[in-house]
T-cell receptor, first 113, second 116 residues
Framework: KAGVTQTPRYLIKTRGQQVTLSCSPISGHRSVSWYQQTPGQGLQFLFEYFSETQRNKGNFPGRFSGRQFSNSRSEMNVSTLELGDSALYLC????????????FGPGTRLTVT | AQKVTQAQTEISVVEKEDVTLDCVYETRDTTYYLFWYKQPPSGELVFLIRRNSFDEQNEISGRYSWNFQKSTSSFNFTITASQVVDSAVYFCALGGATGGGNKLTFGTGTQLKVEL
């Protein structure tokens, strides 16, 4: 069974631009969560989608948004990029709701210049 | 609010030594889950173990073992006979907050370096 895939793996953007990251969960998994990892703030929860509905959202500004499609694939979007958005963005996939085992993808490394 | 503290920032050991990674958590929920993940240099978080709050039985799985004590809110992780391939950042995480879905709260991580 294929694991969680994230595209692209690396991305360089300029301040003020916007970016879209993609996550394909393990086949059959309906929950996708997104995390941001930075040296200063560590791993922080962004949001979770289950069956195309956002279930939880972390403490991030409205520039960070996401969505989930009927095939469970998820995208997250960051608008008006800031230097501080440079981070490793990790996606996690799980079968169901309520602390099911979560499997992480390899991440997308975003650099904002 | 949930909180996870990993006081050890970095640990260096010589191969074959045993090493214990500490984790202390805070939560008001009576039902919760605790996890350990490993993050090698490649960046992907690798799931190691999960325990729920009702199961304090400590187990051993290969070279890994864990010690879950609700009385002290601790969930420590031990690697026996460490190997160079164990070098990575280890994260303790807490989940299961009421209404929290699959949200995990992570500690700051412990960098483990295993040298020859």
């Amino acid at each position: 069974k294929a694991g969680v895939t994230q595209t692209p793996r690396y991305l360089i953007k300029t301040r003020g631009q916007q970016v879209t990251l993609s996550c394909s969960p393990i086949s059959g998994h309906r929950s996708v969560s997104w995390y941001q990892q930075t040296p200063g703030q560590g791993l922080q929860f962004l949001f979770e989608y289950f069956s195309e509905t956002q279930r939880n959202k972390g403490n991030f500004p409205g520039r960070f948004s996401g969505r989930q499609f009927s095939n469970s694939r998820s995208e997250m979007n960051v608008s008006t990029l800031e230097l501080g958005d440079s981070a490793l963005y990790l996606c996690a996939s799980s079968l169901g709701a309520g602390q099911a085992f979560q499997y992480f993808g390899p991440g997308t490394r975003l650099t904002v210049t | 609010a949930q909180k996870v503290t990993q006081a050890q920032t970095e640990i260096s050991v010589v191969e074959k030594e045993d090493v214990t990674l500490d984790c202390v958590y805070e939560t008001r929920d009576t039902t919760y889950y605790l996890f350990w993940y490993k993050q090698p240099p490649s960046g992907e978080l690798v799931f190691l173990i999960r325990r729920n709050s009702f199961d304090e039985q400590n187990e051993i799985s290969g070279r890994y073992s864990w010690n879950f004590q609700k009385s002290t809110s601790s969930f420590n992780f031990t690697i026996t006979a460490s190997q160079v391939v164990d070098s990575a950042v280890y994260f303790c995480a807490l989940g299961g907050a009421t209404g929290g879905g699959n949200k995990l709260t992570f500690g700051t991580g412990t960098q483990l370096k295993v040298e020859l």
